[in-house]
């Protein structure tokens, strides 16, 4: 299961309290104070790991809290300090405080890690209050509390490609047959449910991941279809890549279709519409001669402009034809300087 938003309670633990003792000890009529001081609650971290896919961890489990510390004892001991909670979360995970809809850190990066709440501090005992003047304080500090947030984690995939179309464009066999990703594939639209990652493998070691989405429909930005659930998701690629299926079984007009999608992609962020993007004719199998692709990608060139940054080509996800030329292509750009 697939789970890219949750929301979690986080509390740091508490300090533990200090302690009011003196010595007793045989022959030692004025011992003094000796009450040690309270351990310092543990403190709650989040960190992103290699090996965390989704937010699943957290479909069932809303409330983590730190182990408090616990309070001082006679002869001058203090409280062991509580552990600190880690919680771990995939690379590309968003950190929201929900009571005031701030973003405290992105965790874009496997290794980073943030405190989101910071253990109360230990209080002292009452040797700590002993004086010149005072030299049997009966008083000691209480442990402070741990801080507490309401947290929302949104996961958005961190992949150099990202794939969009129309249901039933081809995406999934694309991702199958440009890596080893395996997502279902059928005749009937949205076949895919969530997103998939898949990393494209080319000769010299070198190689780039893949994301693809649901597919898109109008109205995709305000809640249609299956799409706009996962359209974070490729914020962070580096390049989108178009798929159009050149002969849509619903008799659709291609360049229609690409235009409809466009729209919604700038309705949901600007920031899709000014990434650097690869059209993909597919299906070119199914067009013997040629023509339909070529009138196609012509009406496209007047459109997107055949430009370093918006590049057009045309495959077959079916057959192979055309994939070994997109990836060395799709690899060009995504190593590009931003």
Same mark, same amino acid.
């Given at each position: ?55 699943? +961890? ?16 006679? /002869?001058?001991? /203090? ?40 253990? $109360?501090?230990? $209080? ?7 004086? /010149? ?9 209480? $442990? ?58 080319? /000769? ?9 989405? =649901? ?38 007009? =291609? ?31 199914? +067009? ?51």
């Amino acid at each position: 299961m697939f789970i890219d938003q949750a929301y979690i309670w986080a509390k740091a633990g508490d300090g533990g309290h200090g302690c009011v003792s003196f010595r007793r000890e045989r022959y030692i009529p004025k011992g003094g104070p000796d009450g040690g001081d309270g351990g310092h609650g543990g403190s709650v971290f989040i960190e992103a790991v290699a090996d965390v896919d989704t937010l699943l +961890d957290f479909a069932g489990k809303h409330h983590w809290q730190a182990p408090n510390g616990q309070p001082g004892q006679g /002869s001058n001991k /203090s409280g062991p300090d509580g552990e600190d909670l880690v919680i771990r979360v995939p690379p590309g995970t968003l950190i929201f405080d929900t009571d005031y809809d701030l973003l405290l850190k992105d965790l874009s990066n496997v290794g980073m890690k943030v405190c989101i709440c910071r253990g $109360g501090r230990g $209080g002292k005992g009452n040797k700590a209050f002993a004086t /010149s003047t005072r030299q049997t304080p009966r008083i000691a500090q209480d $442990g402070k509390p741990g801080q507490e947030r309401n947290l929302r984690l949104e996961l958005k995939l961190i992949a150099d490609i990202g794939l969009v179309g129309m249901p039933n464009a081809g995406k999934s066999t694309l991702i199958s047959r440009c890596s080893a990703a395996r997502p279902k594939i059928a005749d009937y639209p949205f076949t895919t449910l969530e997103p998939v990652l898949g990393i494209a493998e080319l /000769s010299d070691y070198r190689r780039f991941v893949m994301a693809d989405i =649901p597919g898109l429909i109008e109205g995709a930005h305000a809640g249609a279809g299956l799409g706009h659930d996962f359209l974070r998701h490729i914020e962070r690629t580096r390049i989108l890549v178009h798929i159009l299926d050149i002969m849509p079984p619903d008799g659709s007009d =291609p360049v229609l279709n690409y235009t409809g999608i466009r729209a919604e992609l700038g309705l949901h962020s600007r920031i899709l519409t000014e990434k650097p993007e690869l059209i993909v004719l597919n299906k070119t199998d199914l +067009d013997q001669d040629g023509t339909i692709a070529d009138e196609i990608e012509k009406r496209l060139a007047d459109i997107a402009g055949d430009t370093p940054s918006r590049r057009i080509m045309k495959i077959s996800a079916v057959t192979g034809d055309g994939i070994p030329e997109l990836k060395e292509a799709l690899w060009k750009m995504a190593k590009e300087p931003v």
